[in-house]
């Protein structure tokens, strides 16, 4: 069954300022193509991430972004702290690059965006930004983004997202290279004439 689809959300570029910016940055050994589809499709990361609790799309764009509700846990040791957020999703493939922009959950008004950009053939960095002003709370709301939500947080899932997805994008990438190996005795049997 197809459902309807919305237009692609029109989110503005990544804003330069904003009191909280974290960025996680990483050189994946994988092309653009494999490490870009597996960020795109966002409804997979549980699948392939054990921090994210879920991802589901509440209404889908003919772009493959649309307005998206994600889950994941904030590892302590053993124990996880659950996040959740909603989102507008717009992807470009001609740059590429993913923008989400926080309609939901404590991080609203927060600005992100997946960078990539292919280094060699056969590798790609990857660029993870978050903007964001704060959660409107009197007086701790500016303290409580950039010395907890920012780096406690925001941080350490976007780094652990951005891991998890690079091993999955190498392992793809190794996968496609990689030579089938071929049983000498079969090629000797091949050329013996008969």
């Known amino acids: 069954m197809n459902e309807p689809r919305r237009k ?3 989110l503005p570029p990544l804003p330069s300022g904003g009191l909280m910016r974290t960025v996680d940055e990483l050189v994946v050994g994988a ?4 490490i870009f589809a597996l960020a795109r499709d966002v409804e997979y990361w549980p699948a392939h991430l054990a921090h994210y609790r879920s991802v589901r799309f509440r209404e889908r ?4 972004g649309g307005l998206v509700s994600m889950a994941a846990f904030r590892p302590f040791g053993p124990l996880g702290w659950p ?4 989102s507008e999703m717009a992807v470009d493939v001609l740059r590429p690059a993913i923008r989400f922009r926080h309609v939901g959950g404590i991080t609203c008004g927060m600005e ?10 056969t590798t790609t960095r990857v660029r993870i930004v978050h903007v964001w002003g704060g959660p409107a709370w009197p007086v701790i709301g500016g303290f409580a983004a950039t010395s907890v939500i920012g780096p406690v947080f925001v941080h350490a899932i976007a780094e652990r997202t951005l891991a998890g997805l690079a091993a999955c994008a ?3 990438a190794a ?3 990689t030579p089938v190996p071929i049983d000498p005795r079969a ?7 008969a």
Do not use: N
């Not at 092309?31 to 494999?34: A, D, H, V």
């Not at 764009?61 to 493959?64: E, F, L, T, V």
């Not at 996040?83 to 909603?86: A, S, V």
């Not at 000797?188 to 004439?193: D, H, K, L, T, V």
């Open 31 to 34: 092309p653009t193509s494999i």
């Open 175 to 177: 996968a496609v290279t």
């Open 61 to 64: 764009a003919s772009d493959g």
């Open 187 to 193: 090629e000797r049997q091949q050329s013996i004439p």
């Open 8 to 10: 692609p959300y029109d």
């Open 83 to 86: 996040t959740w957020w909603l």
């Open 170 to 172: 190498e392992r793809e």
């Open 112 to 121: 992100v965006e997946w960078q990539f950009k292919a280094t060699a053939p």
